[in-house]
Each structure stands twice: as structure tokens, then as C-alpha cells.
DNA sequence: CGATAGTTTGATATCCTTCAAAACCTGTGG
DNA sequence: CCACAGGTTTTGAAGGATATCAAACTATCG
């Protein structure tokens, strides 16, 4: 299995062979976690960097009242908390949502990785760079889209995320959330979600059943949802994108 | 007057006076800009770093139907696109809201600030993570607190932010926004803005009028709004808030 | 002082939530 | 192989939050 942080880089740069080596020796401590688990928690101090390599997580937060919002889906490949080496505290937890493999990584690894190579320095920084473009398309999609659109929007950007890491399979991938994940997702009861799922079903946009979701019509999805994935900053996938939105 | 990207920077690290130097240094070049302005748009290929020194502006995005989403206020001592050097094309617009002096800075001068000063460097990255997780928080916002105490809860950020920097007077700061504003920015109508500062005026919670907000009470509005300012990373003034918070 | 942008208010429609119950899975133990 | 338990999905009915539309009112500025 090809490692997907290193698949996930090469939609941005094109790494040698020894920068691809140095990302295998990342996952060399290898955890798995049942779902439910909690990677780190809110007001943590992280000593190492987390490396999803298969399996979902979530950074969330949980108000007073109990009510938890979703801030980011990790998928495989996704990083955490290069930031540690900067901030004191988590702002937030990081949980598992399926069961899932994690790789962990001492900081004075990630350093000296750094110092080893500018280039994939300026590639990791890239992937923080995007996990903060699509913080900001979220905002957009909660503020200014309905329900139908906005998750609509979120699928679509699923699929090209997990596309990109080779996640997907014929237009299918695994989606292992509850309807009450994705309604803490997009902003939304879950009850909502499962009648908005209904009539996405019924426009045949979205086949989701036992924890996969199948897209029969990329094409149409983004279209109708307005999914523009220049957020994305896939440099050197542009084209490939393109071709699942025309098809 | 103290330069406000010193200030800020200042509540993560003891900054040396040669730093401060080098962060006057980055205010050559200053522009005017008149409100509705931008500074750039979406799709562009910035060439210079901006800093923002005097006024507001603001991050966003149009969504085709015309409809747009404001997606971070940029206040005086906020920088922005470090990413500049990594990204191709921006993803959003960066608009003026009010009248606003902004220095420009060749990224070429960026970069050799990085080389000769590990500190600022550091001290950047910091700001760029506060950045990050004031969208995180903003999602939250959006997702989960209903119209009341999400604007409440902008309303004690800004608080927090211009406190930092030095741009508030007796619990009153300049917000040069219209009501289609902040409704842009928390997800609402400007109706049902108009609707909800009426209720916080009426509760003696904000006064607001040309211009111009007083919080008179900023520690029962946070406590209101439960805000938390973990999130703002302020590790050398947090004892500030905390005091605030009491009043 | 008039023009223009922004604010305020009212009436009505829509989207989404809440509450509650039924139906459906899925895994487990007998 | 069946029965059962617990979580998840689905559906219905009713209420609440916010949007929409439209008009009046108020600042502000040349």
C-alpha cells in the first residue's frame, strides 16, 4: 500500500525518491484506535504529531450545553497538529469515527524531517494551507447554503479528497458516519439530514447504504451543488478533477 | 504610534528590539484604500504580502447567485497570505470595509525576514494558527449557537482581537460595518440582524450606533455567549482576559 | 436640502427543529 | 437459527427561528 500522505503531496509537488522514503520512516508507530476514541482532547498538550493512515477522524469541539460541531474530517493521508511545536493547548479534540489506523510521530522527528528537506516542508505546509482553505469553504457552505446543497457540497468534496489519496472505487467510498455525525457536520439535527438524504436519494444523486456512499453522477452532483474545486489547491490534479465533473 | 503586528506578536513572544526593527521595517510601503475596495481577488497571483495597519477589511467569497460570505475580519496588525509563496491562486477575495491604510510587502522581503530571524518566523507561524482556529471557531458559531449568541459571540472576539492591539477605548472600539455585514459574516439576513441587536441593545449588552460599539458589561456578554478565548492563544495575555472577563 | 445608503418595522412564508414513536440493522448469546 | 438488545434510520405532527418582501424611517454627505 502506497503511503497516503505521500500520494495525497503529489497532488501539490513532485517529490523524490528519497523524500518519499522519509515519509514511509514517518509510520513507523503504528496505533489503531476503536471508534468513539479520542486521539487528543481540548486543552491538551500534544507531544507528537498524528498520521491518519486508514480509517476517519474528526476534529470537533463540545459546547456547555453538550452539543458537539465537527470542524474537519481527517481522512487517510490528513496530518494533525503540525502546530504543536507552537501552540500550548489544543483548541479543540481530535476523535475516531471509525475504527482506525494512526500513526504517531515524536516532534523532533517532524523537526528534523524539516530541516532534512525543504521541499517537503514547503509541501506539508501546503496540506496546512488547504486544511484551512476547506475550513473556510465549510463556513461558506453553512452560512449561505440550505441543507440540500450544503450536503450535497460536503459529499463532493469528500469524494475528491479520497479520490486524491485513492480512496475511491468506482465512484464509491466509505462514509462509516451516523446521520447525527453529519449533522453535527453541516450545522444540521439529524433528523434533517436523513430527510435531505431522502430526497437526494430520490434525485438519484447519492446511493448511501451500510456505511458506503456511491455518487452515480459526480458530474451532476457538483454541478448542482456549485462545487468549485480550485479551495482545493490540487496543482497538479486539476485536470483530473475536471474530467469527474464532465463526466 | 506602536506598530499593531509588533503588538499583537507580542502576546505570544518577548520580541527583541531588533525585531521590532525589522517588523517597523515591513511598513515601507504604505497605500490608502477607500471602503469596498479590494485588495485582491479571487483567482489572482499575489506578489506582495499585505499588513494591515489602519481600518478593516475582510476575507470572502461570492457564491454564483450573488450571494457572499464574509470569512475572516482582517484588523489592524493582521497579515495577510504568508501563503503566498506556496499557493498558486487565492481561493477568496480580500475586500476594505472602512477606509483603510495597508502596507504592501514584497514577498522577497518576507522571506529574507524568515531567514535572518527564527523568532518572527515563529511568532508569524503563531499568528497564522490563531488565524486557523478563529475559522474553527467561527464554524462553531455558524453550526451550533442561534442568531443571539452568535453575534454576541463576534461581537466578544472583536473585543478580544482589538483589546490585543491596542484598538479599544473604554470597552468601545470603531465596527465600520452595515447590519448586510455582519449578517454576510454570521450566516443571517440584515433583517434578522437588525432584529437581534435591537434584543442585545434592550438587554443593556452592547450599544451600538454610528460606528461605534460599547460593550458595557464584556464579562456578562461572555458569559452569555460562553466565549472562551483559549482559542486566541493569547499565552501572555491571558491574565488580560481573564480580568475582563470578571469585571 | 435632496440623494443615497443604511436602519427599522410589519406581515407572511419557509426551513429546520423538537418530540415521539415505529421500523430497521447488526451483532451476540442461547 | 432464533431472539433479543442497542444503536441507527425513518416517519409524522407541531412549533420555533429565520427568511422574504415591502415600506417607512433615519443618517450622512455633497
Redesign the interface.
Known sequence: MVNPLARKLESFADLLPADLDRLDNLCADVHHYKAGEDLIKE?DRPEEVFLLLKGWAC?Y?I??EG?R?I??YLVPGDLCDI?IF????M??AIGVLSDAQVASIPKQKMLRLFGESPELF?AL??S??V???I??????N????EAYHRIAHLFAELWVRLNMVGATDNNAFDLPLTQADLG?T??LTSVHVNRTLKRLRAERLIDLSRGRLRLPDVGRLMEIT?FQP??L?L?RRAADVQKAMRL
Not at 453553512?142 to 447554503?145: D, E, F, N, S, T
Request: hydrophobic content about 35%; charged content about 35%.
Open positions: 486543552g476534529r469541539k459546547l456547555p452539543s460541531q470542524v474537519a502546530q507552537i501552540l500550548k493547548e483548541d479543540h514547503r505546509w501546503w496546512t494551507l486544511d484551512e482553505s475550513l473556510r469553504e465549510w463556513l461558506v453553512m452560512g449561505r447554503r453535527d453541516v450545522g456549485d480550485n479551495y489547491h496543482e
